[in-house]
């Protein structure tokens, strides 16, 4: 059990990582309204977006696996599972479009970027940051579960 637990926070961690950095890269490279800077950024960090989710789908089903002694429908995981899918859709609908925007400018070598750029994909970002924050809250403290 310790060795998948061990597993699930690694690849979280990990993945919530390589995903605000892809995030914050995404942020800098829009603001930067360089196209060369651009197509350097992407070819430096492209597949942390990649590896990002690939790490947290497996830290997914680890918590899962992980989740089953507590019972599935535990208040602490409810919520939880209800921060992840606000998390996703944040990231599906939001950020992933604002993304592949700017990437197909950076490759066009499109300058501005982002000719109407918006600060909703910022907002987004922090969204998400919180989302992923108060998850991992709820994962350490299990509000009322006494340990």
């Known amino acids: 059990m310790s060795v998948l637990l061990f597993l699930h926070i690694t690849a979280l961690v990990l993945g919530f990582a390589m995903l605000i950095a892809y995030g914050t890269v995404c942020h800098v490279v829009a603001r930067s309204n360089h196209a060369e800077f651009a197509r350097l950024a992407f070819k430096a960090v492209g597949k942390l977006d ?37 998390a996703i859709l944040n990231g599906a609908l939001i950020l992933e479009p604002f993304q592949k925007r700017l990437m197909a400018a950076a490759v066009a070598g499109t300058t501005p970027l982002l ?7 910022l907002y987004a970002n922090i969204a998400g940051f919180f989302f992923w924050t108060a998850s991992i809250w709820l994962m350490i403290a299990k509000p009322g579960i006494v340990q």
Not at 54 to 82: E, M
Not at 115 to 121: E, V, Y
């Open 50 to 86: 990649l590896a990002g989710r690939l790490l947290i789908i497996a830290g997914l089903i680890l918590g899962l696996l992980l989740a089953r002694p507590f019972g599935y429908g535990a208040p602490w995981l409810l919520a939880s599972y209800v921060l992840m899918a606000l």
């Open 115 to 121: 000719p109407q750029r918006s600060n909703l994909a």
